[in-house]
């Protein structure tokens, strides 16, 4: 309604969304998707001293080198070199790790394996046929073989050909052989969210259709640190784990990123802006439309100042990436509910059925009395992510500025 | 036994098999004369126990054991004899839930015991129990599984579908799910330089399933060690394999992958097959799809009796003159391996082995409610907590 508001009342910005919503004639974005709210993120750890210092970081290199910060390097990296050299750890370090997928060999739709099959030969980095499912249930006959299997589902949107595979028998191996089997050296890699001009297939979030399988875990990074800690977490982890990199920030997320082995914990979220006033909780892509919202609410550019009230400028706003979808962080996220009251859940999943619901019940139940607002979830809309549609689908800084002024002032 | 060689089944129900593979049980002829009963001595399968698809058939000729015939009648009749008491433990309730019973296709359980060495690996669906045994299981652990018992291989979490052994990758319940698996596990023996097979089985049912061709098409591209098992059993649930399928010669189904059918009742042609299957993909030549004719004598479930979608005479006819343990009995008795009561002894023998094990089974204790926690992620990477039914039920790690 913000949104509306503001549209009205600024040409320029209406004008602006108008030329990318129903305008041919204008440039196309480029190929590897762009986003002004990454591009302009204080969240990136640039410097070696700071990306050496990231939060829960865990050396994985010789029992001597551990916790040794000193004259460990960093290299400029973005979020698909960041997964390649994860790769390439886990390959070196693990004789039986192998990585298949759809055009993987050529190093895939996104490079992320670009170089691995000439690296570590075309027996452990291979091409599948066009089999999603049979991607799917051969990581998992590979895995039970006590191998690392490293699957990539080349879209998100073509996990749900797997779905059965993942949800009945990755998640359930494990139990269902009363602890006889286990195939946790599966991970599946998979791009994940919209990048902008993806459309109905390209741009969707499926993070929720997995919400309700136990044993699996789901995992979204925000950065290309993160992402490397993360994936080789996840591809070490002892269970099963859906790994989904946005695909809008291989290329525009660039960090200095430790070129040595480190992992980062699973279902731990991160508080990445402490605050007291408002928690809001996200994941992927939008951390870095939620911190341009908490600066446009900090520091409203003169077009915006009128609409939005001083005594809500200096509101604290904690600002926390979940990380692990699943199982989530509870703990985290309900201990800052109930220091400040407040609950803003931002995916750009639907909201119905999404994970955000689910979020919401839960800190519902562990901190009703404690709550001065409802939960909001600011998500896409119900709908499918039609092309032309993408921009108003996906929850932006505008959307999210209106979901916190609306949660603080309730 | 002329006479039952003779038969073959009424052409307007099951048309590919009249002009097709003979599944009579006791067709096999001896080639000479047994004089030293411990040494290997060779016989002939009929000339229809096998049809090839771009590969050639196995030999007729077979070298059979004295000793081991009667391991497999033992072992056939053990399986028949476990099966039939959990029918009767489903009847009294002491076994819930879903139960698949394989009696009328121990030919192929045991026979593909007898064709493959330890090492190999085997995955199946549904009918499951008797593999479960064969490959390192124990009658009381599958037992004690279905009955949900502490004792049960998966602990009494899996249930009827659900049974493993560390040479077995399980009964699966979903239809077709385990053949891109088995495609995974055939893969990681050839990564690891293993001269070593995986048998994936599937049903005529699950034949039509689309992620079983994406097995056969990747097992094929990277010549994975993996035979590729359909137990035709002409029924899959209640819809006959004419009504399910274009093309029912199972063995055929694979494109560029060899298949081979057999006859799935008699279990010297089964064995021999499995033999010849197992050299196949352990010799480099990539995969092979192989189809047991065979039969369920039961239903498909326990709720189905399996009298709507066939006939009982249909029935009762393959019981009587194609059943595989009477076939390989008349083959010992003819033969002069083993006297009738030599063979009785041994069926009192699998029946008092059966019940001592479902005695067992019925002793050991239900499962404790801590268990309904456990095995799900990794021992030490649960998340804090799982929830129950309800707020006391909510279990913390």
Redesign the interface.
Known sequence: MLARRLRSKFPALSRRWQTTASTTAIEPPPAGGHSSSVASSQLFRITRESALRTPGISWQDEESDRNIIGGRETRKMNLYQAVRDALSIALSKDDTAVIFGEDIAFGGVFRCTMGLAEEFGRERVFNTPLTEQGIAGFGIGLASMGHTAIAEIQFADYIFPAFDQLVNEAAKFRYRSGGHFSIGGLTVRTPTMAVGHGGLYHSQSPEGFFMGASGLKVVIPRSPIQCKGLLLSAIRDPNPVIFMEPKILYRSAVEQVPIDDFSLPLSRAEILIPGSDLTLLTWGTPVYHCESALRLLNSPPPSLAPLIPPSLRNAKVELIDLRTILPWDVETVVESVRRTKRLVIVHEAGMTGGVGGEIAAEVGKRAFLRLEAPVRRITGWDVPAGLQFEKFNMPDAVRILDGIMETLSY | MASLARFRPATRRIPAFARAIQTSADTTQLQDTIEDHSKPFTVKLHEESFRAYRCETPSFEVEVKKDELLKMYKDMQTMRRMEMAADALYKAKLIRGFCHLAIGQEAVSVGLEYGIKPED?V?TAYRCHPFAVMRGGTIKGVIAELLGRQA???????GSM?I???SF??G???VG?Q???????????K??GKNTATFALYGDGASNQ??VF??F??AK??DLPAVFVCENNKYGMGTSAERSSSNTEYFTRGDKIPGLQVNGMDIIASRHAVQYARKWVTEGNGPLLMEFVTYRYGGHSMSDPGTTYRTREEVQRMRSTQDPIRGLQRYIEEWGLATEQELKQLDKDAKAEVDQAVEEAKQSPEPLTKDLW?????KG??????RGREREEVHHY
């Open positions: 690996r995955i049960g291989m998966s602990h009494g979490k899996g659900h493993f052994t560390p990758f399980g699966n319940g979903i799910a053949v891109p698996v088995g495609a995974g596990i055939a893969f990681a023996q990564y690891l689309g992620q994406e097995a098409n990747m591209l990277w456990t095995d799900i992620y990794y990477t649960e998340p804090s907590s799982m």
